[in-house]
């Protein structure tokens, strides 16, 4: 079995956690949409800057700009980030992360209402782009410590996300 398919499968629950928390915000809310943007904000902040500084990672566009632009565009500050360290390999289970995280919000951002800000949600990726990041993965892959640390930045990339969230919904009225 490949490494990405062992990283899609080990994360696969972590994966449906946040899916379903994040599914859970009704994005044509107003108030529900700004607390979701908020939430994704605290989580790519504290993981961009983990990637920011991690070495010999494949290319990777960050999005936190678009996502200050939504905010902006709702009256709504850029929240702190979430403090998060991706020592070694494990930034690149947190890129697999966040880069997936592009992925989840091309889908949702059909239910984001066409005249709101959704600059962040469509930052697609573009042609290739999630292909050469999943290819690099691969190519780095095939020392057991590396995959291993790699699996857990995936697993605490997706707890990022996790906490962000459910601090996030804890403010729902």
Request: proline share 8%; no cysteine; charged share 25%.
């Amino acid at each position: 079995m490949s490494f990405v398919a062992r990283l899609r499968a080990a994360s696969r629950p972590d994966h449906d956690r946040v899916d379903a928390l994040f599914g859970g915000y009704r994005l044509d809310d107003p108030g529900d949409y700004a607390r979701f943007l908020t939430a994704q904000a605290r989580a790519l902040g504290g993981a961009e800057a983990a990637l920011a500084v991690a070495p010999d990672l494949p290319p990777w566009r960050p999005r936190l700009g678009a996502l200050a632009a939504d905010l902006a565009a709702l009256d709504h500050e850029m929240p702190l980030p979430l403090p998060f360290a991706a020592p070694g390999a494990s930034a690149w289970g947190l890129l697999y992360v966040a880069e997936g995280s592009r992925l989840g919000g091309a889908m949702l951002a059909r239910a984001v209402p066409e005249d709101w800000p959704s600059a962040y949600l469509s930052a697609r990726h573009e042609h290739g782009e999630w292909r050469r990041t999943l290819d690099a993965l691969e190519a780095r892959a095939g020392d057991p410590a590396w995959e291993a640390d790699a699996l857990a930045g995936a697993a605490a990339g997706f707890r990022l996300w996790e906490k962000a969230g459910r601090d996030a919904a804890a403010t729902l009225p």
